[in-house]
């Protein structure tokens, strides 16, 4: 099945406690890219890769990191989370031109 | 500024009572434009995808049609299962980076 993973799907993490949410796709896209979800701000993007090893920042870069190591995985890395980057996130994927896969969802809580 | 709007931002339906969302955009070119379907806590599914003015795309009791400034999402005669938030991203074709800009939104609830 073509599907967009990620995990953990809910995580309550302490301030400054480094993090990882992962992300996997078995659909041989090119196209990556990772999205936090707030009310009443819709979907903002955070970073995004065309390729592996090819990657940009979005809208609310601030405070995160990724990588593309392999086309299939996308990890999000949150060095120092705080307070304010508690959210729903998604990863999603697709061909460059195409609409996106996303993924089920992590729900961040920082304390 | 490329952006999104979608309207109403909440919608209640009675079962039966069709109805329209909007979604206008502003941006200088159009690469695509893609309606989503999106449950609590899950990740948006895809719908559509309408690429030129005057497009229509169908799926069941939902229509999507595109104009040079705005897209309508139809619902015809819904049922509570469609009841969901709708979503609305942009593809300009001026970005190299293949961009998406998303609108917030319209919930829909339909009522048995």
């Known amino acids: 099945e073509a599907q967009v993973t990620q995990n953990p799907r809910y995580l309550i993490t302490v301030t400054g406690k480094k993090l990882t949410v992962t992300c996997s796709q078995n659909?041989?896209?090119?196209?990556m890219s990772w999205y936090r979800q707030d009310p009443g701000l819709g979907l903002r993007q955070i970073y995004y890769s065309m390729n592996v090893e090819v990657t940009d920042k979005g809208d609310v870069p601030e405070g995160y990191k990724v990588s593309r190591k392999e086309k299939r995985n996308f990890p999000l890395i949150l060095e120092s989370p705080s307070p304010n980057q508690t959210s729903l996130y998604f990863c999603?994927?697709?061909?460059?031109?195409?609409?996106?896969?996303f993924g089920s969802g992590t729900r961040l809580t920082v304390v | 500024e490329d952006q999104v709007t979608q309207s109403p931002e909440a919608l209640r339906l009675q079962e039966g009572e069709s109805s329209s969302l909007n979604c206008s955009y502003t941006?200088?070119?159009?690469?695509?434009l893609f309606w989503y379907r999106q449950d609590p806590g899950k990740g948006p599914e895809f719908l559509f995808t309408?690429?030129?003015a005057g497009e229509e795309k169908e799926k069941e009791r939902l229509k999507a049609t595109l104009t040079k400034k705005e897209s309508f999402l139809h619902i015809t005669a819904p049922k509570p299962e469609d009841s969901a938030t709708y979503l609305c991203?942009?593809?300009?074709?001026?970005?190299?980076?293949?961009?998406?800009?998303f609108g917030t939104g319209t919930r829909l609830k339909v009522l048995a």
């Open positions: 999603a994927s697709s061909y460059t031109t195409g609409h996106y896969t």
């Open positions: 659909m041989n896209h090119e196209y």
């Open positions: 991203a942009v593809q300009p074709s001026t970005s190299g980076t293949y961009k998406y800009i």
């Open positions: 309408l690429y030129s």
């Open positions: 941006v200088s070119g159009l690469r695509g």
